[in-house]
């Protein structure tokens, strides 16, 4: 199976980097079920094209397989049309192999992960379980383009119709983190078919890749179905969580309604500006993961938290007290599912060396630094690398 993905976004070999893999070498990726090869069919400047083959291995699937079987049921798992068509073990290799650009994340080039680029995606064969008319349902509500190609059940015998088989082209202007997310969740959303069990797990799984966009979506009822393999009350568990996450709190609602009366008369707030300024920079950076070192009562936490981009977000404090406040602050016994999974309180301080505080895109410190001694500062942006937003007191 092959899926190419192509940009005309000028410099067009920038796709290297979002993809995280160099246009000028192929390569290659072991798999559970095969192997996976990455290469460009074309990089310049003006346009590049990125393609997956995936290389799936029934006979291998087959000799592994634990359990009963035989007979004709084991001469089914070898002759499929699995090794050919997209399916769920595409969706599995582009988490594999592009798991880094589906999450949004690219160092060398972070503002351009936040941007929409002008993208076609092309899936050589791609069985849909409802024909074009589902195809367009579930890929236009979502911006994109559908161009589709259906293929006959026989070319030599017409009357037979065509085949659930298409040839299928999306083109829209998204980012690609988006692109990949709707390619992963939907495909085997077409096919009505998953290679593997389908436990709870998959239910975070579901959530966790439409955030943003399928709780909107119209065909969310039958997108979740299918991709739960049609279990009643793992589909239900969905559905009753993406509504809860659609709805807003009465929490936001008052405040979304007090803002907009006070907004003439309440004068500017410095603090306001200040937070607006670290948000602007944290979103510029491309940082999903953020910790909040001296949180204190919680303020950046709550509006990094309101963005959901920000896929985790730590607050960090040498105060029981102030953390407690935090919790105050932000509801915490009001949150929603959704954001309770994205959001930890530590008790610590940024003076001593934490592991907790490893492997985030980006550390903020607002109104904190001004309590701490020159030398100690310098030490802890050594120590902490990467991406470090200050904000002082009166800045």
């Not at 500017?268 to 200040?274: A, G, S």
Request: glycine letters at 8%.
């Amino acid at each position: 199976m092959l899926l190419t993905i192509t940009t005309t976004h000028s410099p067009a070999r920038d796709l290297g980097f979002l993809l995280h893999k160099h246009p000028d070498r192929v390569q290659s990726f072991d798999l559970p079920f095969g192997r996976a090869h990455v290469f460009y069919l074309e990089a310049s400047d003006e346009r590049c094209t990125a393609a997956m083959l995936l290389d799936v291995d029934p006979v291998g699937l087959v000799r592994t397989r634990r359990g009963p079987g035989g007979g004709a049921f084991l001469l089914r798992q070898y002759v499929n049309d699995r090794p050919y068509v997209a399916s769920s073990f595409l969706s599995v290799a582009i988490s594999r192999v592009f798991g880094t650009a589906m999450s949004g994340r690219c160092a060398d080039r972070p503002v351009l992960v936040d941007q929409a680029i002008p993208l076609t995606a092309r899936l050589s064969v791609l069985p849909c379980r409802g024909g074009e008319h589902l195809l367009r349902r579930l890929f236009e509500p979502l911006g994109y383009t559908v161009d589709t190609v259906g293929h006959p059940l026989d070319p030599n015998n017409p009357d037979w119709g065509l085949s659930p088989y298409h040839t299928v082209e999306l083109r829209g202007t998204c980012r690609l983190a988006d692109l990949l997310t709707h390619l992963y969740v939907l495909i085997p959303v077409l096919d009505n078919d998953k290679h593997y069990w389908v436990g709870s797990d998959e239910v975070e799984k579901l959530l966790g890749k439409g955030e943003g966009w399928l709780a909107a979506h119209p065909e969310r009822e039958l997108i979740t179905r299918r991709y739960l393999k049609s279990q009643p009350s793992l589909a239900k568990l969905a559905l009753d969580r993406l509504i809860e996450e659609e709805s807003p709190d009465d929490e936001e609602v008052a405040t979304r309604q007090a803002g907009e009366e006070s907004a003439v008369e309440t004068p500017i707030c410095l603090n306001d500006r200040r937070l607006e300024a670290v948000i602007d920079a944290l979103r510029s950076s491309g940082a999903c993961q953020v910790i909040d070192l001296g949180c204190g009562e919680g303020r950046l936490l709550r509006l990094l938290l309101n963005e959901k981009r920000f896929d985790r977000v730590v607050g960090m404090d040498v105060s029981h007290r102030a953390l407690e406040r935090a919790k105050r602050h932000l509801r915490w016994d009001r949150l929603s599912p959704a954001k309770r999974q994205r959001i930890e309180l530590l008790h610590g301080s940024l003076m001593y060396r934490d592991q907790r505080l490893a492997g985030f895109d980006a550390a903020a410190c607002v109104e904190v630094i001004e309590h701490l001694d020159r030398p100690r500062l310098a030490l802890k942006q050594v120590n902490l690398g990467g991406f470090f937003v200050v904000a002082p007191r009166g800045s």
